[in-house]
């Protein structure tokens, strides 16, 4: 059958179904293979917190989502193209977002009235015309995939589960993705078991052969090669990033890398990915809960390690008391934060910004630490070094807060030269005569650093106050403003020894959007389509949080405006606001979603507006704008 061809710069795709349908499986497939196919990508795995939620019901689909193109793949992408849905509730829940004219690939099997009625709908979409201003394709997977193996002697339940593998080979053909790379990763990963091997690569070419012969299928899209700068690029998850950051960090530091930490929810990747570097001399205790994660941690900075604790927000409240330790000892930490949305357990398996109040003042006492931020899923590798750095070089701990979304989603990593990155190496003290704990350098102002077993250098730490120098314990009212004085110090000093904020546009004039986090991506998209359109907006990204870059309060107060974008209520503008006395304009999103680029390209196009702007110089006030529900 003859079919047409047309290239397009970039696609979403969503395959959505029961959590046990294998959606998270075939999406990361379909990212590392449009990765290996020479696309930009970034993906959004979005599934539910149950570990196995009823079968067809609303709160109990799974979905998978890829952008990819061949240029500024930012997002995962502010509507769907095509939606893959296995069954009546991944289609009712997933259809909102898909275009007009966009393609839904349906399995009918999952339409059935069981099915209809746990989604709530009371007539059958395939039949009822609702979905008209779609190009609906209806397969009855299974029935397609019975005359696949017809002549094949393989069980029919091992087929049924294959499903998933099916309609990713017809999306393969779709957009014309090579096979080679899910056929490669089947044999490795059902190594030793034949019957499964075989089941699940012929269903994947039963799905491309089904797309290619079958006349609902009438043009085939193609996706250009990206133009990216030389190099070798892998897809990469932020947790996977800040695993491998860990270990690297390690090496330039000289030093054995331990990872203290408890399973949570999205951090626990980290966790598992580390275990999968013992033959770098990783060394990694699953706790039996948060505060001995963080603990044993402290324990091994005490022992010359380069020591680590991941968690996500509830964790990090149970870790508040042994952070506080760890500030009072003044020992290299790396502590972080996969946040999710909360309070209490919350959204688990969603993303949000909510705790950056916690992160910067969550622990009782004068407790200061360095608070840093990834923008994305390959710079979370460049901001776990970071910290790592600022940990060793002034003997305190980091915190480095990632999300839910970019820990869990994926995009293209350009791989670094070792050998290229700052050496990092610790100096630990080496003259007994001279030797006190608390003795401090000049130029950071960070404490002595000597392990058990360096003689003559015996000394104790704890969390009671000590006394400056000697570190004996003190209980003298001035030596502990001194010392609280000196950890807050040390802490400011940070900013002579981090990037100045910049500004991409114009260094002044009316607005300026200011992005942190994982905002980085739906910001710079939606600042680059406004400048595309004529509108002059400036915009910069954040990274460091405590301290601040030192020009940030320059660069604010070079703008009539300035907007933040937040998945939280507002808590970076407010410390904003507190500290250079800027007003400020919040557009808040607490969803348990990132934000799509054309939620804030329609939130600053108002803003732009002649009646907005007049409206803000009469009145000098802060308008915060939430993102429609």
């Known amino acids: 059958m003859s079919k047409l061809t047309e290239h397009l710069e970039e696609v979403t795709i969503r395959f959505a179904g029961d959590s046990g349908d294998g959606m998270q499986l075939v999406g990361t497939q379909f990212s590392d293979t449009s990765g290996f196919a020479g696309n930009e990508v970034n993906t959004f795995p979005d599934y539910p917190s149950e570990i196995r939620a009823p079968e067809g019901t609303l709160y109990g689909v799974s979905a998978f989502q890829i952008h990819f193109g061949t240029r500024n793949i930012n997002t995962t992408g502010d509507f769907v193209d095509v939606l893959v849905a296995m069954n009546a509730a991944s289609l009712k829940v997933n259809i909102a977002n898909l275009r007009d004219q966009g393609i839904i690939i349906l399995n009918t099997e999952g339409f059935d009235a069981r099915n209809l009625k746990l989604a709530g709908y009371t007539t059958n979409p395939i039949e009822d015309g609702s979905l008209q201003k779609y190009h609906v394709v209806a397969i009855d997977m299974a029935k397609e995939l019975k005359?696949?193996?017809i002549e094949l002697d393989v069980p029919s339940k091992l087929i049924q589960r294959t499903k998933n593998l099916f309609a990713l080979g017809i999306t393969y053909w779709l957009f014309n993705r090579p096979l080679e790379a899910t056929v490669s990763w089947i044999n490795k990963k059902f190594k030793g078991k034949e019957d499964v091997i075989l089941a699940n690569v012929h269903s994947l070419q039963a799905g491309w052969n089904f797309a290619e012969k079958n006349e609902d299928f009438k043009k085939q899209y193609i996706i250009d090669k990206s133009q990216l700068a030389p190099g070798k690029y892998r897809n990469i998850t932020g947790n996977q990033a800040v695993a491998l950051g860990l270990v690297v960090a390690a090496t330039k530091a000289h030093l054995p890398l331990f990872l203290g930490s408890y399973p949570i929810t999205p951090a626990t990747d980290i966790l598992h990915a580390l275990s999968g570097y013992k033959k770098y001399g990783v060394k990694h205790l699953q706790a039996e809960d948060e505060i001995a994660g963080i603990?044993?941690?402290?324990?091994a900075a005490f022992g010359g390690s380069l020591a680590a604790t991941t968690t996500s927000g509830p964790g990090l409240s149970l870790k508040t008391e042994a952070i506080g330790l760890a500030v009072m000892t003044e020992l290299p930490l790396v502590?972080?934060?996969?946040?999710?949305?909360?309070?209490?357990?919350?959204?688990?398996t969603k993303p949000e910004q909510s705790d950056l109040m916690q992160a910067m003042y969550g622990r009782h006492g004068e407790a200061p630490l360095p608070v840093l931020a990834a923008a994305?899923?390959?710079?979370?590798?460049?901001?776990?070094?970071?910290?790592?750095?600022?940990?060793?070089?002034y003997m305190t701990p980091v915190i480095l807060l990632t999300d839910g979304y970019i820990g869990q989603a994926s995009e293209p990593w350009q791989i670094p030269d070792i050998k290229s990155l700052p050496d990092i190496t610790p100096q630990f003290a080496s003259d007994p005569a001279t030797f006190k704990p608390y003795l401090r350098k000049a130029e950071t102002l960070c404490r002595q650093w000597a392990i058990p077993g360096m003689q003559g250098m015996e000394h104790r730490i704890g969390g009671l106050e000590k006394e400056d120098g000697s570190g004996?314990?003190?209980h003298d009212a001035l030596n502990h403003q001194k010392m609280t004085e000196l950890r807050q110090k040390k802490v400011d000093g940070i900013a002579n020894d981090i990037p100045e904020l910049k500004v991409i546009g114009d260094s002044e004039g009316d607005l300026l959007l200011l992005s942190w986090g994982s905002t980085y991506g739906a910001a710079k998209t939606a600042v680059e389509k406004l400048k595309g359109d004529g509108h002059n907006i400036s915009f910069a990204h954040l990274r460091y949080l405590n301290p601040f870059p030192k020009n940030l309060g320059d660069v604010l107060h070079r703008f009539e405006r300035v907007v933040i974008p937040e998945l939280n209520m507002?808590?970076?503008?407010?410390?904003?606001?507190?500290?250079?006395?800027?007003?400020?304009?919040?557009i808040n999103k607490v969803q348990g979603k990132p934000f799509k680029s054309i939620e804030l390209e329609e939130k600053i196009k108002m803003l732009l507006s002649l009646e907005n702007l007049n409206r803000w110089k009469a009145n000098k006030g802060e308008v915060d704008i939430p993102v429609d529900l």
């Open 295 to 299: 603990t044993s941690a402290i324990g």
């Open 335 to 348: 502590i972080v934060d996969v946040q999710r949305a909360g309070p209490s357990t919350g959204l688990p």
């Open 376 to 393: 994305s899923s390959s710079d979370c590798f460049n901001m776990t070094v970071e910290a790592a750095r600022i940990a060793l070089k």
């Open 570 to 586: 507002g808590q970076l503008k407010n410390l904003i606001q507190a500290k250079y006395l800027k007003s400020v304009i919040g």
């Open 147 to 149: 005359k696949g193996f």
């Open 472 to 474: 004996v314990v003190s």
